[in-house]
């Protein structure tokens, strides 16, 4: 079981960001520097559907990845890694909605992007282990 939510929170995380990333990237108007480099590397097709991304795709993917950080407790049992993982995606949702109006949310939403995308980079280059005292670890 424990290996099963270990893969899930693996994949899951690598999911949600990417999936957050490539909304992005997709709305000119919303991000116009992700956007540009989106366009740089050939997804400037993507605009067309920038409202689906925008509206739809990009809050659904924060939540995912807020969901697989919060089942990564369970896995590895190290609170700061689950924090980092769900300060991204909550910040995000946060940029989205209610911190929309105002000025400095873009800042927010860029950062957001940023902390999701070095967190999964993170999660590959330093997976995370099991972490628990000798009375609760499995025998």
């Not at 280059?125 to 628990?132: D, V």
């Amino acid at each position: 079981m424990a290996n099963w939510l270990n893969m899930l929170n693996r994949v899951g995380d690598k999911a949600g960001c990417l999936g957050a990333l490539v909304s992005a990237v997709g709305c000119a108007a919303c991000f116009p520097a992700i956007a540009s480099l989106g366009a740089a590397v050939g997804l400037g097709f993507l605009s067309q559907w920038e409202g689906l991304f925008i509206n739809t795709l990009l809050p659904l993917f924060a939540w995912l990845g807020l969901v697989i950080h919060a089942l990564g407790w369970f896995s590895h049992r190290q609170w700061h890694r689950s924090l980092l993982g769900m300060l991204g995606p909550v910040l995000l949702l946060l940029s989205l909605y209610p911190w929309f109006q105002y000025g400095w949310s873009t800042y927010v939403t860029y950062s957001s992007l940023a902390l999701m995308v070095a967190v999964s980079l993170w999660d590959i280059f330093s997976p995370a282990n099991e972490r628990c005292d000798d009375e609760s670890c499995p025998v």
